[in-house]
């Protein structure tokens, strides 16, 4: 019977990557501290919005043309004008509504986007995604029909502080092989990244922007924890938007991730371009999401909700876990904290263990702490990169108590299996 999959068909008959993760987040054992899933906090203010808007659009007979009717696939259109007015006064740039494209979350927006931008091209040429900084966001990874897709450059690692360090792109590693421009389709990056927090500086990001202007190729910048919402960022960065950019931005981070709902901003061609490929596979976009955008985008309350509420919260949190780890952990387990700038992960990486964090993974999962393992989050990377089996991402977002707890869980196994 497998012989008569397709190769895209038989992509799936084997779980990886992101399934895994889904798979095993959405089922961890009885008692485990959940410190691996990518899921947003339940905010009790964030909350108390949903819900406000909901019960109004019930209240007012909405709910009908909500769950009654197929709404355009490009996405509503005044959703997209006021998208427009938000990203053209974010980025000082003028940006029109037919720049904009809402999807069913910006998961679905990147598989289009790396697949436009990859794979086989007419002229016989078969060109990849350039992740211009590693680690990167594993729910890339197996999202390409062809096969060996990724050309990836490794970081510039630099400690920062007695248990911190930060990645840089390594511009001379780009520049030391120019070839990447012709293999490369695109160029990828997600900021803040997810695993690592880590937010690439203005100043790095407008390296990324001239070098895909010098390749003429597009630059795809994911903001899913980023500007303008949620703005999960505790550094000064901005949102920069310039020719050859295109932007990934979502509802899920700021609390909707149900309502699966992302939107794109780009040139006007690959706009067109992604309405018609979402006609094809979804007809159109799902709507509750879109008209909460709406009433939140109309009235204004989401630059609160993310400046005073949202950010502060996961800034908080960010500290608290840190702290955890500085006063619980052995001065045996030799650590480096990545410098939390964004999202809502810290990124550990343990210079002195015994066995590979891979391999650390069901002892933790044992012991009732649920992480991340490094590796998977490496798209295209050299496999003897001892690296990728150092680190691990670990979620701050639950609850204090269970934080506490599963850092304690962790910094025993890891203490455990320290050289
Ligand atoms: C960096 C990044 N991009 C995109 C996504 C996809 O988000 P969604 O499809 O919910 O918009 C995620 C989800 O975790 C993410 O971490």
Redesign the pocket.
């Known amino acids: 019977m497998r012989s008569a999959y397709s190769d895209f068909g038989k992509k799936f008959l084997k779980q990886t990557g992101i399934g895994q993760l889904m798979d095993d987040l959405g089922n961890p054992p009885p008692g485990s501290c959940m410190l691996g899933g990518?899921n947003p906090a339940l905010i009790p203010e964030v909350a108390a919005v949903w819900n406000e808007i909901v019960s109004k659009q019930i209240d007012s007979g909405a709910m009908e043309k909500i769950l009654g009717s197929y709404e355009s696939p490009a996405g509503i259109i005044e959703l997209r004008e006021r998208l427009a007015s938000i990203f053209s006064e974010e980025s000082g740039s003028e940006i029109s509504p037919a720049q904009i494209a809402v999807?069913?979350?910006?998961?679905?927006?990147?598989f289009f986007l790396l697949n436009f931008f990859s794979g086989r091209f007419s002229d016989g040429s078969k060109k990849k995604i350039l992740f211009p900084i590693l680690p990167e966001?594993?729910?890339?990874t197996d999202q390409t029909l062809e096969e060996n897709s990724f050309l990836s450059f490794g970081p510039d690692i630099r400690e920062t502080g007695d248990r911190s360090y930060k990645y840089f792109i390594a511009k001379e590693k780009l520049d030391s092989y120019p070839d990447w421009k012709r293999e490369a389709g695109c160029i990828c990056v997600?900021r803040?990244?997810?695993?690592t927090g880590n937010v690439i500086t203005d100043e790095e990001l407008s390296f990324l922007i001239s070098k895909s202007a010098e390749a003429d190729i597009p630059l795809l910048v994911?903001n899913?924890?980023g500007f303008p919402f949620p703005g999960v960022v505790f550094k000064a960065a901005s949102l920069i938007h310039k020719p050859g950019m295109i932007q990934?931005?979502?509802?899920?981070?700021l609390g909707l991730?149900g309502a699966?709902?992302?939107f794109i901003l780009g040139d006007v061609e690959t706009i067109s371009m992604l309405q018609r490929a979402n006609s094809v596979i979804n007809l159109t976009n799902a709507n509750l999401g879109q008209f909460i955008a709406l009433e939140l985008f109309r009235s204004e309350l989401w630059k609160n909700l993310c400046r005073d509420v949202i950010r502060p919260f996961y800034e908080r949190k960010s500290l608290f876990a840190r702290e955890t780890i500085f006063l619980k952990w052995n001065s045996s387990i030799d650590y480096r904290i990545h410098e939390s700038e964004g999202?809502f992960f810290l990124w550990i990486w343990v210079k002195n263990l015994s066995l590979p964090v891979s391999e650390l993974y069901p002892i933790l999962k044992e012991a009732g702490a649920i992480i991340v393992p490094g590796k998977t989050f490496f798209p295209g990377a050299d496999s003897n990169w001892s690296h990728r089996e150092e680190c691990f991402r670990l979620s701050f977002v639950r609850e204090d108590k269970e934080i506490e707890e599963g850092i304690v869980r962790i910094g025993s196994v890891l203490e455990k299996f320290s050289k």
């Not at 999807?103 to 990147?110: K, M, V």
């Not at 966001?137 to 890339?140: L, N, S, V």
């Not at 803040?192 to 695993?195: A, D, G, H």
């Open positions: 990518g999807t069913n979350g910006s998961q679905n927006a990147f966001y594993i729910g890339y997600s803040p990244t997810n695993p994911d899913a924890y990934g931005f979502s509802l899920s981070k991730p699966r709902t992302g999202a």
